[in-house]
């Protein structure tokens, strides 16, 4: 299966909110309550990520399949949290289920650290809730684990830990090979 990985376009929205809605549908079913996941709509996560789709800073990757289907997106840029001394954040990195574990991600995660250092951000940060199976991927990255604030979603507190790489260029040198 030949994977490619581009900058995203106001175009790719719908896709990536259907990115966005199935895997956490997938990932949180029994985990977070079921009135907040079905809330989750294709129509809001358009509006949210047109937001920052085209704004200066902030990067936007698709990965798209053989057939040019948008099947998982990554973005980042400044950190929008203080209290940590990493100047830059991935702020969303998704896949479909079926698209999972096959190195996507990481080519993903690498393009979005790549552009942000090229920037000029020097540390990284990225968010995952306690309970999500898939915060594996940031460990196997060498992230180190950082506990912070709990996020309330669907009036239920859920831990979150968060994934800090002091040094970008490093980071990316133990990416190398999956930024292209």
């Known amino acids: 299966m030949a994977i490619g990985i581009r900058l995203a376009v106001e175009g790719d929205l719908p896709a990536m909110a259907h990115v966005v809605v199935d895997a956490w549908r997938a990932t949180f079913a029994g ?3 079921e009135d907040f996941l079905q809330g989750m709509t294709h129509d809001r996560q358009v509006r949210r990520h047109r937001r920052y789709l ?3 800073g902030i990067v936007y990757y698709v990965a798209e399949d053989e057939n040019g289907v948008v099947v998982g997106f990554a973005s980042g840029g ?3 949290h203080p209290g940590f001394s990493h100047d830059a954040e991935v702020y969303a990195l ?3 289920p079926a698209h999972q574990r096959r190195k996507l991600g990481s080519m993903l995660f690498a393009r979005v650290a790549g552009d942000l250092g090229d920037a000029g951000h020097k540390g990284l940060l990225a968010l995952a809730l306690e309970n999500n199976p898939n915060r594996v991927f940031y460990e196997r990255l060498r992230g180190r684990a950082v ?5 309330i979603l669907g009036g239920t507190a859920v831990g979150q830990v968060a994934y800090v790489w002091d040094n970008i260029p490093a980071l990316l040198k133990g990416l190398r090979g999956l930024a292209q």
């Open 147 to 151: 506990p912070t604030e709990p996020l």
């Open 31 to 33: 985990v977070l309550p």
């Open 54 to 56: 085209s704004r200066a």
């Open 78 to 80: 400044p950190s929008r």
């Open 94 to 96: 998704y896949l479909l």
